[in-house]
């Protein structure tokens, strides 16, 4: 019994002894002052800018001029003289169809007609010497000029048989091959003229009374995200959809590269006279989310304070433009914003600031493709 008691007191002495240790060194630890919480981030001060007002909307690119150039006479197709995605202009031979028995049944028709006139000349000659009547020489001038109309009507339809470009564009595709015997209508190839192009788009009836024609408009493609195309307002209707309640609006486009094709999508922006001030910063600085728009405004700490801190605010924004947008309320000329590294913010954190290698955002970017 008495070992056990005194081993129990040795165990109780080391444990102390433990004890002692551990409370030395969290009062070390509590005494060390602990590193602060820090990010590096971007920055971006809010001005001011005088941006036009704009509409936006979409729309869809249309050819001044296009058309699936198919027969009016069905026939056999006897040569092709164009190939697929040619340019062509107006008047060029595009293709035949055979003609043989209409250039015999002409052959025959002009005969026809050349004698019609010798008997009519005939016919003259004797009525002045009173040897036959007034209505035998009308009848051979009718006689002589239907004969004519039948060969005309003949040459008619072997010009119908030869088909030209009906104005200068791109062909598409070629539909046809050679022998094929071709039905009235069916399209032998796709003609698109290239310029000027067009593009239709709708926008609702408040905005009926700013537009007029000549308004400067910009379309943005998905297919050149990176080029904006300049045209102007070219027509309006005059009459309003009683469905949409909307207005149908074409611009129109030089497109003198030929890079907007019929059938394109657009995004297009209606640039109107009036400008307006607004408060910008760049995109990067607005943190989205379901509750609303956020930025981070950058202060010092507190009054005279080299070091900085951010603080949350919503804000309510506007309009886009490049690499920028509009803040309509929260937000003051002058404020400065966290504009890269959001993500890693939170209210009362200290920042350093580094604007070195952050990118300038730019109100036409251009990125390269991805």
Request: aromatic residues 6%; without cysteine; hydrophobic residues 40%.
């Given at each position: 019994?008495?070992?056990?008691?005194?081993?129990i007191?040795?165990?109780?002495?080391?444990?102390?002894?433990?004890?002692?240790?551990?409370?030395?060194?969290?009062?070390?630890?509590?005494?060390?002052?602990?590193?602060?919480?820090?990010?590096?981030?971007?920055?971006?001060?809010?001005?001011?800018?005088?941006?036009?007002?704009?509409?936006?909307t979409?729309?869809?690119v249309?050819?001044?001029?296009?058309?699936?150039?198919?027969?009016?006479?069905?026939?056999?197709?006897?040569?092709?003289?164009?190939?697929?995605?040619?340019?062509?202009?107006?008047?060029?031979?595009?293709?035949?169809?055979?003609?043989?028995?209409?250039?015999?049944?002409?052959?025959?028709?002009?005969?026809?007609?050349?004698?019609?006139?010798?008997?009519?000349?005939?016919?003259?000659k004797?009525?002045?010497?009173k040897?036959?009547s007034?209505?035998?020489?009308?009848?051979a001038?009718?006689?002589?000029?239907?004969?004519?109309?039948?060969?005309?009507?003949?040459?008619?339809?072997?010009?119908?048989?030869?088909?030209?470009?009906?104005?200068?564009?791109?062909?598409?595709?070629?539909l046809?091959?050679?022998?094929?015997?071709?039905?009235?209508?069916?399209?032998?190839?796709?003609?698109?003229?290239?310029?000027?192009?067009?593009?239709?788009?709708?926008?609702?009836?408040?905005?009926?009374?700013?537009?007029?024609t000549?308004?400067?408009?910009?379309?943005?493609?998905?297919?050149?995200?990176?080029?904006?195309?300049?045209?102007?307002?070219?027509?309006?209707?005059?009459?309003?959809?009683?469905g949409?309640?909307?207005?149908?609006?074409?611009?129109?486009?030089?497109?003198?590269d030929?890079?907007?094709?019929?059938?394109?999508?657009?995004?297009?922006?209606?640039?109107?006279?009036?400008?307006?001030?607004?408060?910008?910063i760049?995109?990067?600085?607005?943190?989205?989310?379901?509750?609303?728009?956020?930025?981070?405004?950058?202060?010092?700490?507190?009054?005279?304070?080299?070091?900085?801190?951010?603080?949350?605010?919503?804000?309510?924004?506007?309009?886009?433009?490049g690499?920028?947008?509009?803040?309509?309320?929260?937000?003051?000329?002058?404020?400065?914003?966290?504009?890269?590294?959001?993500?890693?913010?939170?209210?009362?954190?200290?920042?350093?600031?580094?604007?070195?290698?952050?990118?300038?955002?730019?109100?036409?970017?251009?990125?390269?493709?991805s």
């Amino acid at each position: 019994m008495r070992k056990i008691l005194i081993g129990i007191v040795v165990v109780l002495i080391v444990l102390a002894a433990l004890a002692v240790v551990k409370v030395m060194q969290f009062k070390t630890l509590l005494a060390s002052p602990w590193p602060a919480e820090t990010a590096t981030i971007s920055t971006a001060v809010v001005h001011e800018e005088s941006w036009p007002d704009t509409l936006s909307t979409v729309g869809s690119v249309s050819a001044a001029q296009g058309v699936q150039v198919a027969p009016e006479i069905a026939g056999t197709i006897s040569e092709i003289d164009y190939d697929s995605g040619a340019t062509v202009k107006q008047g060029d031979l595009l293709l035949k169809l055979d003609t043989s028995t209409e250039e015999a049944q002409l052959r025959a028709a002009e005969a026809q007609a050349d004698l019609a006139k010798i008997t009519a000349e005939r016919q003259r000659k004797l009525q002045q010497d009173k040897t036959v009547s007034q209505s035998e020489v009308d009848q051979a001038d009718a006689a002589w000029k239907q004969a004519e109309a039948n060969a005309d009507n003949i040459r008619a339809t072997i010009q119908k048989k030869t088909i030209r470009a009906p104005f200068s564009g791109k062909l598409g595709i070629r539909l046809v091959n050679l022998g094929e015997q071709l039905d009235v209508g069916k399209p032998i190839v796709s003609l698109q003229s290239l310029t000027p192009m067009y593009v239709d788009f709708s926008l609702p009836q408040q905005d009926f009374a700013k537009l007029q024609t000549g308004l400067k408009v910009r379309a943005i493609s998905d297919s050149y995200p990176s080029n904006i195309f300049e045209g102007e307002i070219s027509a309006i209707n005059p009459d309003l959809d009683t469905g949409t309640r909307s207005v149908r609006v074409r611009a129109k486009f030089e497109n003198q590269d030929g890079l907007l094709r019929a059938g394109m999508f657009a995004r297009v922006t209606i640039v109107l006279p009036q400008e307006n001030s607004v408060k910008v910063i760049p995109s990067t600085a607005l943190l989205s989310a379901p509750y609303g728009d956020s930025v981070f405004i950058v202060t010092p700490d507190k009054a005279g304070s080299t070091n900085l801190t951010v603080h949350q605010a919503f804000v309510r924004t506007g309009r886009t433009r490049g690499d920028f947008v509009s803040v309509e309320s929260g937000l003051n000329v002058g404020d400065k914003v966290a504009a890269a590294g959001l993500f890693k913010l939170h209210n009362g954190l200290t920042v350093f600031e580094n604007n070195q290698d952050t990118p300038k955002p730019s109100e036409k970017p251009t990125p390269p493709n991805s």
